[in-house]
């Protein structure tokens, strides 16, 4: 459903339903370069928008989900043209509007950019070998892309704030103990193997409750709870005028697998 037209990139379709997509430039350590983050998020936006993708799988190499942004590329970065450019900012504009699920499979190092970027997403998988940590302060510079906001969320504010300060590592188990993982995985291949398998079973679900079920559980992270019981509600009634609805509660009642129309 979408090609490989990429350089940084791969994209397949390891099982009927799921996008995959794999970091891939080994030589830095999947750094994310300008290059990379535009072919990622061109390739997201593609599977969102592709009826036979239900669910997105996001992935590196054994080595390294990604090393952080990329260093050599900003070195000489000024303040000006950071600003001009509003750097990074390209980075935040399309993952958080991907309606489908995003299940990151972290092996090895997701470090800086790294790990903000396996926030961004909805379900962190991992192997235990992997190493989690914003190492920024040791560059000289703080996290900027959403590290300093959604690790808080994540494992509370004096473990994130011991962590960017000093910018030790976590490890895969860390990351599951502390919630920042869902699942966590003794090799590379199992953890993969298990972000695929998650995501088949997403896509097997109506797509209508599936984005419902997705933005309502987003919206808690950005509104007081009052706001979110709100919405969760007003989504909840706006499902009973779906189709795949009443085909779901139908089936149950008739003991049957439900077919989803996607309506
Ligand atoms: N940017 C550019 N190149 C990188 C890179 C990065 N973030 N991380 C690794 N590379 C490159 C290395 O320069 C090296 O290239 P050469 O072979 O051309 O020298 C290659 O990848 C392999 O790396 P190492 O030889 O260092 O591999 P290692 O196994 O010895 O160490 C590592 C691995 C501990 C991850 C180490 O590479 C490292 O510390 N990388 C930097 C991690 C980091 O600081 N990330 C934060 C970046 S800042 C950021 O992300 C800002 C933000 O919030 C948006």
């Given at each position: 459903p979408v090609s490989n037209q990429y350089e940084n990139i791969l994209v397949d379709q390891p099982k009927p339903g799921v996008g995959k997509i794999t970091l891939n430039r080994p030589r830095a350590l999947n750094a994310l370069s300008s290059a990379l983050f535009q072919e990622l998020n061109d390739a997201l936006q593609k599977l969102d928008n592709d009826d036979s993708t239900g669910a997105i799988v996001l992935t590196g190499s054994e080595k390294a989900f990604a090393a952080g942004a990329d260093i050599k590329e900003m070195k000489d970065l000024t303040f000006s043209k950071a600003y001009n450019t509003n750097f990074i900012a390209s980075w935040s504009s399309t993952i958080p509007n991907i309606r489908k699920p995003i299940i990151a499979a972290v092996n090895g190092h997701a470090l800086g950019g790294g790990c903000e970027l396996a926030l961004m997403t909805d379900i962190i998988y991992c192997s235990s070998s992997a190493t989690f940590g914003q190492p920024e302060i040791k560059l000289g510079i703080i996290p900027g892309a959403g590290g300093s906001q959604r690790l808080i969320a994540a494992i509370g504010k004096s473990r994130a704030m011991e962590l960017i300060l000093t910018g030790k590592n976590f490890s895969g188990t860390e990351a599951a103990q502390w919630g920042v993982a869902a699942r966590v995985f003794y090799s590379a291949e199992e953890c993969v193997q298990g972000a695929v398998n998650t995501a088949e079973k997403i896509a097997g679900m109506s797509k209508v409750a599936m984005r419902a079920a997705k933005e309502v559980v987003n919206k808690s992270q950005e509104v007081g709870l009052r706001d979110g019981l709100d919405y969760e509600r007003k989504v909840f009634h706006g499902?009973?005028?779906?189709k795949d609805q009443k085909i779901g509660m139908s089936a149950f009642a008739e003991k049957k697998k439900p077919e989803w129309s996607n309506e």
């Open positions: 499902l009973f005028g779906s």
